[in-house]
């Protein structure tokens, strides 16, 4: 049954009549709510003002430990950086996938506040593409809109523009804006801090000398030496540092560049610090009337809920890589667009594992990174055959055990500022290695062992790699589970792995 409005409530309801008139403001138990929930989505509640979250480029780099603050929530539709006919046209496909909506649903699902969407709504009421068919007298967010023929009529003709259908996107430019405040040369690196990532890695003791200021610099690292000797594990635990340690960062769900729409957040890649999933999960804490507005009535800023809360973001590629893993993907039936793989990685860590053996040439994908490199921008080309330029902020890893010099030119080591060689080990520090091996087995340490490594091996010409006591080790104890016997690194024992292990082919 329809709800039927009093004359008073009809008199003065723009859903209800032509005059429109602003959103009806929540009451005062609302307002607390709006201000507990945005505390439950983010852990804290956001108290600086909209002139103090203007994060300066200054301050970051000269390596202020400051995480960035949240994009704010906009309060108006011209602030929200969309048009009156994006909004309306996400609008219409929501209703005609969910049938209708209360307006708090209509701005959750736009991941908006209910006042921007307010002028969207009433648009599309005077022009007949939708009706409220129930409402309650807290107001207009209340609401139940249905579409009408002609709003059916024109949601297909929006889904046959673009089928995309979720969280408002963000401008361009704004999420230019974010990834510069937010760059890699804002997280927090000391020696102390590497010494805690690398605790239970055994490296050289200069190395993380070297490591620390290209972390710093949010520059490209180029880490190269003989196989077998960490520099995977080391670009790794670069990543992790900044996944850990790198405090967290904001990332859209998508970006609106040249009127068209690309996706960006990731689950498989972004690993969100907020509760923004709760919003859409059946049965949610909070009453959905309560959310109507989107800055709390004390005058504090909220997050704007159309960007997620995550951790600086890791994104590893190896031997697959491809020239056009490096581009938008397109999808033809959608008509949106898909993030590239380093995009996604922005303000954080892009590794390319075993550089030089994918399969694009190195020197396509050099030339392809020269200019990003340079100038730490990217530039995306539409189906339609626009450019535009795109942050290339975030510390790439190129990894190999090439010889450099036969993979790249002068130009392009020019623009690697960091360049960091991972050697064969001491034997001072192979002993290390090989001691923690064996502790991290509950395996009985043998000086005789590595004495028998080097005076059969590696005084012989052969070069100890840091792998070799892990690999050796794991021998050792296959053979011994084989025959049930007690795990004891005689050199009997050390002689029949290492035949194994060393063995020409």
């Known amino acids: 049954m329809i709800d039927r409005p009093s004359p008073d409530q009809s008199a003065s309801d723009p859903y209800l009549s032509q005059p429109p008139s602003g959103p009806v403001p929540p009451s005062r138990p609302a307002t607390d709510a709006i201000s507990e929930l945005y505390s439950d989505l983010f852990e804290q509640k956001t108290t600086a003002s909209r002139a103090g979250a203007q994060y300066e480029s200054a301050a970051v780099e000269q390596g202020q430990d400051s995480e960035p603050p949240p994009p704010l929530s906009p309060v108006s539709l011209e602030e929200s950086g969309l048009t009156l006919m994006q909004v309306s046209e996400l609008i219409l496909k929501q209703l005609y996938l969910q049938g209708n909506l209360l307006g708090v649903q209509i701005a959750r699902h736009a991941h908006l506040p209910f006042q921007v969407i307010d002028e969207a709504l009433s648009f599309l009421k005077d022009e007949k593409c939708i009706e409220v068919s129930s409402g309650e007298l807290i107001g207009p967010a209340s609401y139940r809109f249905n579409l009408t023929e002609l709003g ?47 605790g239970e890695i055994i490296l050289r003791p200069s190395l993380l000398e070297e490591l620390g200021p290209a972390v710093c610099s949010g520059r490209s690292i180029f880490v190269y030496g003989p196989p077998g000797n960490g520099k995977t594990m080391i670009a790794k635990g670069l990543g992790n540092f900044l996944n850990s340690n790198g405090g967290n960062i904001y990332i859209p769900y998508a970006i609106d560049a040249e009127h068209s729409i690309i996706t960006m957040f990731d689950p498989t890649i972004h690993q969100p610090t907020d509760h923004l999933d709760s919003l859409s999960e059946p049965g949610a804490r909070l009453d959905d009337r309560l959310v109507a507005d989107a800055r709390d009535l004390k005058g504090e800023p909220l997050p704007d809920l159309r960007w997620r809360r995550i951790r600086r973001p890791v994104v590893m590629t190896g031997g697959e890589l491809t020239l056009e893993m490096l581009d938008l993907r397109y999808n033809k039936a959608s008509n949106f667009y898909t993030a590239p793989l380093h995009i996604k990685a922005n303000c954080g860590v892009f590794l390319i594992d075993d550089f030089g053996r994918q399969i694009v040439s190195p020197r396509d994908l050099l030339n392809r990174w020269i200019l990003p490199l340079e100038e730490r921008l990217d530039y995306m080309t539409l189906a339609t055959g626009k450019k535009f330029a795109v942050p290339f902020e975030q510390l790439i890893i190129f990894s190999t055990n090439l010889d450099p010099r036969e993979l790249v030119d002068e130009a392009f080591l020019r623009r690697i500022r960091h360049k960091i060689q991972i050697g064969s080990p001491s034997r001072e520090l192979f002993t290390d290695i090989f001691r923690l091996c064996c502790h991290q087995r509950q395996m009985p340490f043998s000086q005789v062992a590595v004495d028998y490594l080097y005076s059969n091996f590696y005084d012989q010409g052969k070069p100890p790699r840091a792998s070799d006591p892990r690999d050796l080790l794991e021998i050792v104890q296959s053979i011994c589970r084989f025959r049930n016997q007690q795990v004891l690194l005689t050199p009997d024992l050390l002689a029949e792995a290492t035949e194994r292990f060393f063995c020409q082919i």
Do not use: H, M, W
């Open 152 to 198: 059916r009529r024109r949601a297909r003709e929006a889904f046959e523009q673009c089928r995309y259908v979720g969280p408002a996107p963000v401008p361009l430019k704004d999420y230019i804006a974010q990834c510069r405040r937010q760059a890699v040369t804002g997280a927090r690196c000391s020696i102390q801090d590497l010494q805690n990532a690398f």
